[in-house]
């Protein structure tokens, strides 16, 4: 399967002398947590997430209205996959990269979508316990995805004895 069945399109874009403050209404509008900064063309030139947003917003002790996008998109390489992509692979590179979403971009070079890592798991979530069969494309996703996540925990409850009884 690929990315471009599973993905956000088209994707919520702005421009780099767009404000922060336009980004995050704009994120907000559309509950999503990203947003592509693209060029005049509508090529993909980075990526502000709502991480980035509050993170400037504290640590640069100005308004989001007198921060650009453009600002931010320096800050961090943009990794990108095309609409074409299999979906495991886009899975096994934002766990590589350590980050949730990559913009899709198609052979025209034009951003074509977005694609988050929780977009992906929610078509897992539609096999649920059922994950053996599968299909096998989506075994190999979640076992991408199970490689690079913490295991869980286990929960113990602590013996009160007799306390509160």
């Known amino acids: 399967m690929n990315v471009s069945?599973?993905?956000h399109a088209p994707a919520q874009c702005c421009h780099a002398g767009d404000s922060l403050e336009q980004a995050a209404e704009m994120m907000a509008q559309h509950d999503c947590g990203a947003i592509a900064v693209v060029d005049q063309s509508n090529h993909a030139v980075g990526i502000v997430t709502d991480r980035d947003i509050a993170l400037a917003a504290a640590q640069r002790?100005?308004?989001?209205?007198?921060?650009?996008?453009?600002e931010l998109t320096g800050q961090h390489d943009l990794y990108t996959c095309h609409d074409d992509t299999d979906v495991?692979?886009?899975?096994?590179?934002?766990?590589?990269?350590?980050?949730?979403?990559?913009?899709?971009?198609?052979?025209?070079?034009?951003?074509?979508?977005?694609?988050?890592?929780?977009?992906?798991?929610?078509?897992?979530?539609?096999?649920g316990a059922k994950a053996q069969t599968a299909p096998e494309d989506w075994r190999e996703a979640l076992e991408a995805f199970n490689s690079?996540?913490?295991?869980?925990?286990?929960?113990?409850?602590?013996d009160f004895g007799d306390y509160g009884r």
């Open 148 to 158: 690079v996540t913490t295991p869980s925990l286990p929960i113990t409850t602590p």
């Open 5 to 7: 069945e599973v993905m």
């Open 61 to 70: 002790h100005k308004p989001l209205w007198e921060l650009k996008a453009g």
């Open 88 to 127: 495991h692979e886009a899975l096994h590179m934002m766990a590589d990269k350590k980050v949730r979403r990559l913009p899709v971009i198609g052979a025209d070079g034009e951003l074509h979508g977005m694609v988050a890592m929780s977009d992906i798991l929610h078509r897992l979530s539609m096999y």
